[in-house]
C-alpha cells in the first residue's frame, strides 16, 4: 500500500510533455525578456554616464574659464588703478589719493577700496574697509609675491565680497603700498547660478584643503565646510586629490547615499577649483520609463508565445498518448497486446508502426533467449544460439555466442588453474613455513643486538662524563699555571729592581771608600801640619788623629759591607736565574697544560660523534626489528592464506567437474 502510494506520488510529481514544452518555452522566453532588459538598462546606464561626464566636463571647463574670466576682469581694473603715478609721489597728498579712490569707487563698483602699508595697517581709503587686512590670506599673498592677489569670497557688512590686491610699486621696484579694492561675490555666483544641471545640482568653488569657498546657494557659505569632512569615503579622497592637484577630469561618486556624476576644473590664475555634481537620479528618470514601457512590450509578447505554444504542445501530446499507453504496457512485459495506430500525423503513424514491429521482434527474441539461458542455467555449455536475430540484434546473439564460448574456455582454464593453484599453495605454505621460522630466528638476534647497543650506549655516556670531567681539571690545572707563570714574572720583575737597588749600593760604597781616603789622608797633613805648628797645633793634631782613626773604621766598615754587597749581588743573580729557569718551566707545563686541553676537547668532539653513531646505529637496528616483526607477521598470514588457497582450490576442482563442455574442451 505505502509503495502504491509513493509510486501516486512520483506520477503526480513528473511533468507531461505538454507541460515540459510549455514550461520550457515560458523559460527560455522569460530568460530572452530578462536578459534584454538588462541589456537595455546597462546599454542606458553606460551611454548615459558617457555622456554626462563629457558634458560636465566641458561644462566644467567652460565655467571655470568664465570664473577665471571674471576674475581676471578684476585683477586688471586694479592694475590698471595701481599704474597711476600719483601712488608713488611723494608731493600727492593722501587727501588727493583719497580723491583719485573716490573718483576710481564712482567709475567701478567697488563695496570698498583703501590703500595699507607694508605691515597691513589702512592709510586711507574708505571708511568700509577694515583697519588691518594683516589677517587676510590674500594679504600674505601679496606679501610674498608682491603681486595681484585674490583673497577668498568673505562675508562682510551684510554682503559677501571677493578682495583682489595690487603692489603699488616706485621707479625702482620697491613696494610703497597695497592698493585693494572689494568686490560684490555677485560676478562669481553669476557664473555658477547659471550652470544648470539638474533639479538637484552642485557647483563648489574649492580651494586646495578642500573647503568650500564659493556655492551656487549663496546662503550655504555661511557654514564652513570641507569636502573630506562631509564625504568621507576611500574613493572619493582619490578623487578630491585628484581634483585638489589641478586636474580636470569627470567621474562617478557617492556623495552620501546618492550617487552622482562629478566633474572639476582648476580655475585660471588661482589656486581654486571648480566641482560640479549631477545627481545620477536627475537624468535617470526618463531611461527608467523607457525601461518600463519595454517590459510591458515583453510581458505581452510573452504572453502571446506562451498561447502559441500551447495550442502547438496539445497536438503533439495527443499524437504521443497512443504510443506511450502501449510503450507503458510493455514497460510492465505485455507483449501480447496489439497496437492502435495514429493517423493524425506522420511521425505518429510513423511511432505506433515502428511500436508494433518492435514488440513482435522482441516477443521472438526474448524467447529464443529465454530457452538458451535455460541450457546455460543448467551447466550445458554445449549447444548454440538459434540463427533468427536481425540488425542490432545480432550483437545479442554474437553476445550470447562469445560468452558461451569465453564460459567454456574459462571452465577450462579454472580446471587447469585449480590444479596449478592446489600444487603452488603446497610450496606456498611449505616456504611461508620457514619464512616465519627465519623471522623468529632474525627477530631474536635483533633483539640481543639492541641489548648490546644499549650497553654501549651506557658507557659512552660514561666516558663522556669523565671527558668532560677531565676538561675541568685541565681547564682549572690551566688557569693555576697561570698564576703562578704571572707571579714568577712579578717576582722576577722585583729582583731585577733590588739588583739595579744592588748596583746603585756598590757605586754609593765605592764613592764612600774614596772619600775615606781622602779623609785619611787629609787627616795625615793635618797631624804634619799640626807638628809644625808646635804646642799650639796640639789641639789641632788630636783632632787629626782622631779623623785618622774614624777614616780607618770607615774604610774597614767599608770593606766588611763590600763584602757582604758582593755576596748578596752574587746570591740576586743566581736568585735570578732560577727564577728564570722556573718561569720557562712554568711557560712549559701552561703549554702542556694547553695541549692536554686540547686533547680533552677533541677527545669530547670523538665521544659525542662516537654516541651519535651509536644512537643512529640503535634507530636503524630498531628500523630492522619492526621489519622483522612485520616480515614475521607476513609470513604467518601467508602460511594461512596458503592453506586457506588449497582447499579453495580442491572445492573450485569440484565445480568444474560438474560442467558439460562442448567436445574437444572438456576437463
Known amino acids: 500500500m505505502k509503495e502504491t502510494l509513493k509510486t501516486a506520488k512520483n506520477r503526480k510529481q513528473k511533468r507531461s510533455i505538454k507541460q515540459i514544452i510549455v514550461r520550457y518555452m515560458t523559460m527560455v522566453s522569460v530568460t530572452l525578456g530578462v536578459v534584454l532588459v538588462f541589456l537595455m538598462i546597462a546599454a542606458s546606464t553606460i551611454s548615459t554616464s558617457s555622456v554626462l561626464s563629457d558634458s560636465l566636463q566641458v561644462l566644467a571647463r567652460i565655467s571655470a574659464q568664465n570664473i577665471g574670466a571674471n576674475l581676471h576682469l578684476l585683477a586688471d581694473r586694479m592694475d590698471n588703478m595701481v599704474q597711476k603715478p600719483e601712488w608713488t609721489d ?82 625702482e621696484g620697491a613696494v610703497s603700498a597695497y592698493l585693494v579694492g572689494s568686490y560684490k561675490y555677485d560676478m562669481l555666483n553669476d557664473v555658477l547660478s547659471n550652470i544648470n544641471i539638474g533639479a538637484g545640482g552642485l557647483a563648489y568653488i574649492v580651494d586646495q584643503q578642500g573647503n568650500i569657498i564659493g556655492d551656487k546657494d549663496v546662503e550655504a557659505m555661511g557654514e564652513a565646510r570641507n569636502l573630506y569632512e562631509m564625504y568621507k569615503t576611500a574613493r572619493n579622497q582619490e578623487v578630491f586629490d585628484s581634483m585638489l592637484s589641478f586636474q580636470s577630469n569627470a567621474r562617478s561618486v557617492f556623495l552620501g547615499t546618492e550617487q552622482h556624476y562629478i566633474a572639476y576644473s582648476p580655475i585660471p590664475g588661482t589656486n581654486w577649483t571648480l566641482m560640479i555634481a549631477a545627481p545620477g537620479a536627475d537624468f535617470l528618470g526618463v531611461m527608467m520609463g523607457t525601461l518600463a514601457v519595454s517590459i510591458l ?211 754609593i760604597s765605592q764613592l764612600i771608600e774614596e772619600i775615606s781616603s781622602q779623609t785619611s789622608l787629609l787627616s795625615l797633613n793635618a797631624s804634619i801640619e799640626a807638628a809644625h805648628a808646635g804646642e799650639s797645633g796640639k789641639g789641632f793634631a788630636i783632632v787629626a788623629q782622631q779623623i785618622g782613626v774614624l777614616a780607618n773604621q770607615t774604610a774597614e766598615a767599608l770593606n766588611k759591607t763590600g763584602d757582604i754587597i758582593s755576596k748578596a749581588s752574587q746570591s740576586i743573580e743566581e736568585g735570578m736565574k732560577q727564577a728564570e729557569a722556573t718561569a720557562e718551566s712554568f711557560s712549559n707545563v701552561n703549554k702542556a ?48 592464506t596458503a592453506a586457506l588457497s588449497l582447499c579453495q582450490a580442491q572445492e573450485l576442482e569440484q565445480i568444474v567437474s560438474v560442467v558439460k563442455l562442448r567436445k574437444g574442451q572438456e576437463g
Not at 110 to 119: N, Q
Not at 138 to 161: A, F, H, K, M
Not at 330 to 350: C, H, M, P, Q, R
Not at 610 to 621: H, L, P, T
Request: negative net charge; contains cysteine; aromatic residues 6%.
Open 90 to 171: 611723494p608731493e600727492v597728498s593722501f587727501a588727493e589719493k583719497q580723491e583719485l579712490i573716490d573718483e576710481s569707487k564712482k567709475r567701478i563698483e567697488f563695496v570698498w577700496i583703501a590703500a595699507y602699508d607694508a605691515s597691513g595697517n589702512k592709510l586711507y581709503g574708505d571708511a568700509a574697509a577694515p583697519e588691518s587686512i594683516a589677517d587676510k590670506d590674500y594679504y600674505e599673498y601679496l606679501t610674498v609675491t608682491n603681486n595681484t592677489s585674490i583673497g577668498r569670497p568673505e562675508y562682510d557688512n551684510g554682503i559677501w565680497q571677493i578682495c583682489v590686491g595690487n603692489p603699488v610699486t616706485d621707479a
Open 297 to 507: 512590450v515583453i510581458v505581452i509578447l510573452q504572453v502571446c508565445a506562451r498561447r502559441m505554444t500551447v495550442g502547438a504542445a496539445d497536438k503533439i501530446a495527443g499524437s504521443l498518448l497512443l504510443a506511450a499507453q502501449r510503450l507503458k504496457l510493455l514497460s510492465a512485459g505485455d507483449l501480447k497486446e496489439e497496437v492502435v495506430f495514429a493517423d493524425n500525423n506522420i511521425e505518429a503513424e510513423t511511432l505506433t508502426t515502428a511500436l508494433s514491429a518492435t514488440i513482435t521482434k522482441l516477443a521472438s527474441y526474448i524467447d529464443d533467449i529465454t530457452e538458451y539461458l535455460g541450457l546455460l542455467s543448467s551447466g550445458d555449455y554445449s549447444h548454440d544460439v538459434k540463427d533468427t536475430f536481425e540488425g542490432d540484434f545480432v550483437a545479442i546473439k554474437d553476445a550470447l555466442s562469445s560468452i558461451t564460448a569465453s564460459l567454456n574456455d574459462t571452465m577450462e582454464r579454472i580446471n587447469q588453474a585449480s590444479l596449478a593453484v592446489r600444487n603452488n599453495s603446497s610450496e606456498t605454505s611449505s616456504c611461508a613455513k620457514k619464512l616465519y621460522d627465519g623471522s623468529m630466528e632474525q627477530s631474536a638476534a635483533l633483539k640481543r643486538l639492541t641489548g648490546k647497543m644499549e650497553v654501549i650506549t651506557h658507557k659512552t655516556d660514561e666516558i663522556d662524563e669523565n671527558a668532560e670531567r677531565v676538561k675541568r681539571s685541565a681547564d682549572v690545572a690551566r688557569e693555576r699555571v697561570e698564576n703562578g707563570r704571572q707571579q714568577m714574572n712579578d717576582m722576577l720583575s722585583t729582583m731585577n729592581s733590588i739588583h739595579e737597588d744592588m748596583k746603585e749600593i756598590i757605586t
Open 593 to 640: 697544560t694547553a695541549d692536554f686541553k686540547e686533547i680533552s676537547n677533541n677527545l669530547i668532539h670523538i665521544t659525542v660523534e662516537q654516541k651519535e653513531a651509536i644512537q643512529m646505529a640503535s634507530q636503524e637496528v630498531q628500523i630492522v626489528l619492526s621489519i622483522a616483526d612485520t616480515n614475521q607477521d607476513f609470513a604467518r598470514e601467508m602460511d594461512e
